[in-house]
């Protein structure tokens, strides 16, 4: 059972106030809070553990390269990869995608084919936009329908030997829907096309299992789940990564270096030059071990019921209209009320001590499939609350009152 006081009592900035109003906040999907964990765990690591990883046979650096691992190993259980060496640190989902459109552009041909769909976060576009400006190759797009669906009868038509990558997110960050990957990775393998799932969305909310899915790369952020900023991981079938080319070069990711010839060190490292996130990468196993131990399972029960329960208010308010109405939705909500600009929306929550988004959410062909500028979004995490709900559900009709 879900200890409600436990539960906000752990995240310490629910508990501030914004506009002399309690904090609501329902920007998850851009960022989640930090739990009591993460926090300090990050003030021990500078107060006490402080080193840099990998490289001297001193306590200290012994100690946090130890730690440093540690939080391999429990990523790398988290989502049930099969070695820990599959794990590459990086700085965020927008670095993992990169990485990889970076190592493509080395090895794709004009004539191959990359497919993404039309509701991708612009990290998961752009990347791929100049991968295929570089090599010649071309950028296929899956759409979807007015409820937020894919269409994937187009991606079986567009898929063919020529696909090289399907890159493909799990869950939209502005619509909600819940991706059917296990099936469009399976269609890709049956193509030999290979898939990378954008999880940013997805790994504080859905269960994760790469094994089981046969993802070839999957990536995510610690900072939607929990955890710090500037660290993400990519996720890839051992392989499929050693036969890529190295991504940065630098320090740590070298065998040896000279002037003549240099070598690459093995997974991991191989892709992790220079001097990583060491202390985020550390505090990010709490907010994972966190997770597993309320279960990902009873987060998602959860969530779906503030999903259900705020959909139904949100669809009382008049002129209201919901964007994203996918069968298997996460707990993700955008709407525009008529006659009302989303931004005003925002401003007017605000203060009143709640957090939305407003805007494209960096999903400008979404916003142009929908023929609007932007939207107002709401997305929660565990932590939130049904009273939070009719708060805000009080505040949007209090909104609506004063700007129509
Ligand atoms: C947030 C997000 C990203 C980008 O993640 P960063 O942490 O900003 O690098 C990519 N894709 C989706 C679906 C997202 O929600």
Known sequence: MRNEKEIRDLFPL???????????YLDNAATTQKSKEVISEIEKFYSLENSNIHRGVHHLSQLSTDNFEKSRITVQNFINAEHNHEIIFTKGTTESINLLASCYREILKKDDEIIISEMEHHSNIVPWQICCQNT????????????????????????????KL???????????????????????????????????????????????????????????????????????KEELLNLLPPYQGGGEMIKEVDFEKTTFAPLPFKFEAGTPNICGVVAFKKAIELIQRIGIDNIKEYEDKLLSYATEKLTKIGGLKIYGQAKLKSAIISFNIEGIHHYDLGLILDKMGIAIRTGHHCTQPVMKKFKIAGTARISFAYYNTFNEI???IDAIEKAKKMLL
Do not use: M, W
């Open 136 to 163: 010649g190759a071309k950028l296929k797009i899956i759409p979807f329908d007015e409820h937020g669906n894919l269409d994937l009868e187009t991606f079986k038509n567009l898929l063919n030997t020529n696909t």
């Open 166 to 236: 399907v890159a493909i997110t799990h869950i939209s960050n502005s619509l909600g829907t819940i991706n059917p990957i296990e099936e469009i990775i399976k269609l890709s393998h049956e193509k030999n096309a290979k898939v990378l799932i954008d999880g940013a969305q997805s790994a504080a909310h859905v269960k994760i299992d790469v094994q089981n899915l046969d993802a070839d790369f999957y990536c995510f952020s610690a900072h939607k789940l929990f955890g710090p900023t500037g660290v993400g991981v990519l996720y890839g």
């Open 14 to 24: 629910l508990d501030i106030k914004v506009n002399d109003r309690p904090l609501i």
């Open 390 to 392: 009719d708060k805000c």
